[in-house]
């Protein structure tokens, strides 16, 4: 289980907190979250978008020595539940906070796009070099923590990220979808971003 520190701003999570590739639960598929939400959970998600946040500023992620991410599964905090919270950075230190609760991919674009720098992850604590193809935009439904029905359009890197996500919910990881004989497989069949 995850443990909690005090920080000036109240609790977050560590680096050590996040589950490495080699934990045998982060191939489990997670199951659907109950309403309502319990306080802890909801505490839990805040400490989640601010490690994220504080993850993306430079001077905290070397305050607090973080990775930077942009995503962080309940999967990977040892937590087999359909949740996820994506911090996307709309303009430098702008951010919006993604918090969905037993997510559904319910449409997606025929265009197939892929991170031309690479995907990473918070639990793969190594380089990988590869293609990973993603859908170049989606609709993902859900709720939110206050159990209301949600439905996000998500484009270009914002997609990248919840499709992501969505994986760590179902056992999978970015790696998994790398050919590793050839790692840039099908490069041509898609857009670069």
């Known amino acids: 289980m995850i443990?909690?520190?005090a920080s000036g701003g109240g609790s977050m999570l560590k680096m050590s907190d996040i589950l490495d590739e080699k934990e045998k639960i982060l191939r489990e598929k997670s199951v659907d979250v109950k309403f309502p939400i319990s306080n802890?959970?909801?505490?839990l998600v805040h400490?989640?978008?601010e490690f994220l946040t504080d993850s993306q500023i430079d001077e905290l992620a070397l305050k607090y020595d973080l990775r930077p991410g942009m995503g962080l599964a309940a999967i990977q905090l040892g937590i087999k539940?359909?949740?996820f919270v994506v911090v996307h950075e709309v303009d430098e230190g702008k951010f919006d906070n993604y918090v969905i609760f037993n997510p559904k991919l319910i449409s997606n674009s025929e265009e197939m796009i892929y991170v031309g720098e690479g995907?990473?992850?918070l639990s793969v604590n190594r380089e990988v070099c590869g293609i990973v193809p993603r859908y170049a935009r989606i609709t993902v439904e859900g709720y939110d923590e206050d159990g209301n029905k949600i439905r996000i359009r998500a484009r270009e890197e914002l997609a990248i990220a919840f499709q992501h996500e969505l994986d760590h919910l179902d056992g999978?990881?970015?790696v998994d979808k790398i050919d590793p004989k050839n790692p840039f497989k099908n490069?041509?069949?898609y857009r670069e971003i």
């Open 119 to 121: 995907e990473g992850c």
């Open 172 to 174: 999978i990881l970015f």
């Open 40 to 43: 802890e959970r909801k505490k």
């Open 3 to 5: 443990k909690l520190y």
């Open 47 to 49: 400490d989640m978008i």
């Open 187 to 189: 490069k041509d069949l």
């Open 81 to 83: 539940e359909r949740f």
